[in-house]
């Protein structure tokens, strides 16, 4: 079975600096791994995701990720943040070769930018 | 592009009643669909999985006979919760997704905020 950790249930910062969420995973088999961001009352939206290739992923808002396979960690990172980050952010795992793709979600991290 | 629309965004109703969701994807055909369920400031739960044209898979617990899910075409995918009572007030989100491929990434609809009085 597989397994996604959050380590910080909640990040606050203050406005232009730099962020790191932490994400962890637990699982026996290769897996993809995604980060979403979500708004107050909204669904969830995709900030980047990790196939193959390079360990360094970028995504949109500036926001990027490194994929650590020794330490089964998967990264959220940002050096600047703005007050308009502030949302719920979710690691996540789907297994490779998996019949339904299905994803498995993290408990969420919080992030309150401040001015 | 990868617009994936839910109806409707609140909906309160009383004890006893049926409440249909809808999820639709805009600009993409989507071979499968999945139903999840958010408590407030928890992670997502997966309900069930639909692929178009065949009866969905649910996850361990969920009540099939409660949460009716139908894939009809391949834009669109209802759930339905029968004879709803308080304990079913949610935040139901849909995803889908353009093939059954692991790597391909879900589209989020906004969610349907749910409450049974």
């Known amino acids: 079975a597989q397994s996604v950790t959050q380590l910080d249930s909640q990040v606050p910062v203050f406005e232009e600096a730099p962020v790191e969420l932490r994400c962890n995973y637990s699982?026996?088999?290769?897996?993809?791994l995604f980060w979403y961001v979500q708004y107050p009352n909204q669904g969830l939206q995709l900030l980047l995701k990790y196939l193959s290739g390079s360990t360094l992923v970028k995504g949109i808002n500036g926001f990027e990720a490194e994929f650590n396979k020794s330490q089964t960690s998967f990264h959220l990172r940002k050096p600047s943040v703005h007050i308009s980050d502030t949302a719920e952010y979710f690691c996540a795992v789907s297994v490779i070769g998996g019949s339904q793709g299905n994803l498995i979600f993290g408990k969420g991290t919080k992030l309150s930018v401040k001015p | 592009g990868a617009v994936v629309s839910q109806h409707p965004s609140w909906v309160i109703c009383k004890s006893g009643t049926s409440v249909k969701i809808e999820c639709r994807s805009l600009d993409f055909q989507a071979t499968t669909m999945f139903w999840y369920r958010q408590f407030p400031k928890q992670s997502l739960m997966l309900m069930a999985t639909?692929?178009?044209?065949?009866?969905?898979?649910?996850e361990q617990g969920v009540e099939k006979d409660k949460f009716l899910i139908n894939h009809a075409s391949l834009t669109l995918s209802t759930l339905t919760v029968t004879s709803a009572h308080p304990e079913d007030s949610s935040f139901y989100i849909c995803?889908?997704?353009?093939?059954?491929?692991?790597?391909?990434?879900?589209?989020f609809g906004d969610g349907t905020r749910l409450s049974i009085l």
């Open positions: 995803s889908a997704r353009v093939s059954q491929g692991a790597y391909q990434p879900q589209h």
């Open positions: 639909s692929n178009e044209g065949s009866k969905a898979t649910y």
């Open positions: 699982s026996s088999v290769s897996v993809y």
